[in-house]
Structure formats: structure tokens, C-alpha cells
């Protein structure tokens, strides 16, 4: 089984920059995507293969990846943004889905 | 407007079966893989299997040899047949849309519970 290794949560001052990491050894020959969940809610895409933003995405959010870890950032922390995060990534034969730890972005 | 509506889900039996469905509207269902993605109770996404178009499988080594996943492009739908169900499955199902590598639309889940 492969892993993506997210950190479990971060707290951030609104206005502030978070950037949640995530880490696996297929990463520099798989895109990699990033989810947004807030509480009873099904996830929503926020950045799709390493940096691309899908439209209705706000400009804040930006995604990048380099060697085996791939970087959500969120510039410009909003409370709207309070949400637990997921990176999503493949195997290396693009066979098999898998979701990141998750990290749990809270902010004060 | 993309709408994925999943049903099917509730409780069962250790060992139990049950079959989840997922009904699609707003895009031409044939065209685009769909997934079955599921969360346990307060943890994290898991991907469960997918489906090609044309009816190719892949599932995830969780529920490999349980689970199949099917669909019918007449009826816009896709299915998940879960059998030899444990503790383990208890959780929401989501239906997504595959596109480019990830998943661009997701339903708002069907909950599966296994317990005596």
C-alpha cells in the first residue's frame, strides 16, 4: 500500500499563509490533488493535478509540487477556510487511488 | 449542473450484503470513470474502486474479492455490490466522477453501518 503523509492539523491567524504539506515517494512522477471537507459536507476539489484551480476556486488557494512533496497553500487565511484538507494522489502505475492523512486547518 | 445521488446505504449484519447505487444528471455519464470513495466515522478518505466507461474495474486491496462495482449507462447510474461485510466498511460511501486523475464531483454520500 502506498502512503501520503499529510501533518494532522495547523492552526492559522486569519490574513496569515498556511501551507499544508504532503509526502509520498510517487509523488514526483504522479500529480497530485487537494480536497477541501468542512463538517457534514462532501469534499470539494480545490486544486487539481499539482497547481491548476478549478474554476470558482477562490485565487487564494494555490497548490505546487517538487520532489516527493506536493504543497497546498492558502494565502491570505479566511475563517470560511477552517476545514480538514486531503491530498490525493496515485500509485505508480496511475492503477490505485489514495488519499492522504488529512490535516485539520484551524483558524483562530 | 452535475448531480451524483447515492442510495442504498444502511444498517446490516457482519457478513451481511448490501448494494449501494448512485444515480448521475448534468454530464454524458459514458464518457467519464466513476469511483466509490468512503470515511469511517471521524477518519480520513478512502478510496474504494473505480469504473471505466466501458466497464473496467479496479478496487482497492480492502475490499478486493467483497466488493463490485458496476454500471449501466442506460439508467446514468453506477453501483457498488458490497458482500462479506465487516465493522471495518461501517461508513459514508460517496460517489465521485473521475476526470483528469482526480475527482471533480462528488455526491453527498450514502451511510453504511455494520453491526449485530
Known amino acids: 500500500s502506498y502512503e501520503l503523509t499529510q501533518p494532522p492539523s495547523m492552526s492559522v491567524s486569519p490574513g496569515q499563509t498556511a501551507r499544508i504539506t504532503c509526502s509520498g515517494d510517487?509523488?514526483?512522477?504522479?500529480?497530485a490533488y487537494w480536497y477541501q471537507q468542512k463538517p457534514g459536507q462532501a469534499p470539494v476539489r480545490v486544486i487539481y493535478?499539482?497547481?491548476k484551480r478549478p474554476s470558482g476556486i477562490p485565487a487564494r488557494f494555490s497548490g505546487s509540487s517538487s520532489g516527493t512533496t506536493a504543497t497546498l497553500t492558502i494565502s491570505g487565511v479566511q475563517a470560511e477556510d477552517e476545514a480538514d484538507y486531503y491530498c490525493?494522489?496515485?500509485?505508480?502505475?496511475?492503477?490505485?487511488?489514495?488519499f492522504g492523512t488529512g490535516t485539520k486547518v484551524t483558524v483562530l | 449542473q452535475v448531480w451524483l445521488v447515492e442510495s442504498g446505504g444502511g444498517l446490516v449484519k457482519p457478513g451481511g450484503s448490501l448494494r449501494l447505487s448512485c444515480a448521475a444528471s448534468?454530464?454524458?455519464?459514458?464518457?467519464?470513470?466513476m469511483d466509490w470513495i468512503r470515511q469511517a466515522p471521524g477518519k480520513g478518505l478512502e478510496w474504494v474502486a473505480y469504473?471505466?466507461?466501458?466497464?473496467?474495474?479496479i478496487y482497492a486491496d480492502s475490499v478486493k474479492g467483497r466488493f463490485t462495482i458496476s454500471r449501466d449507462n442506460a439508467r446514468n447510474s453506477v453501483y457498488l455490490q458490497m458482500n462479506s461485510l465487516g465493522g471495518e466498511d461501517t461508513g459514508l460511501y460517496y460517489c465521485?466522477?473521475?476526470?483528469?486523475?482526480?475527482?471533480?464531483?462528488w455526491g453527498r454520500g450514502t451511510l453504511v453501518t455494520v453491526s449485530s
Open positions: 490525493q494522489s496515485a500509485d505508480s502505475s496511475a492503477t490505485y487511488f489514495f
Open positions: 448534468g454530464f454524458t455519464f459514458s464518457d467519464y470513470y
Open positions: 469504473i471505466s466507461g466501458t466497464g473496467t474495474a
Open positions: 465521485a466522477r473521475d476526470h483528469l486523475g482526480g475527482f471533480d464531483y
Open positions: 493535478q499539482d497547481s
Open positions: 510517487n509523488l514526483p512522477n504522479q500529480y
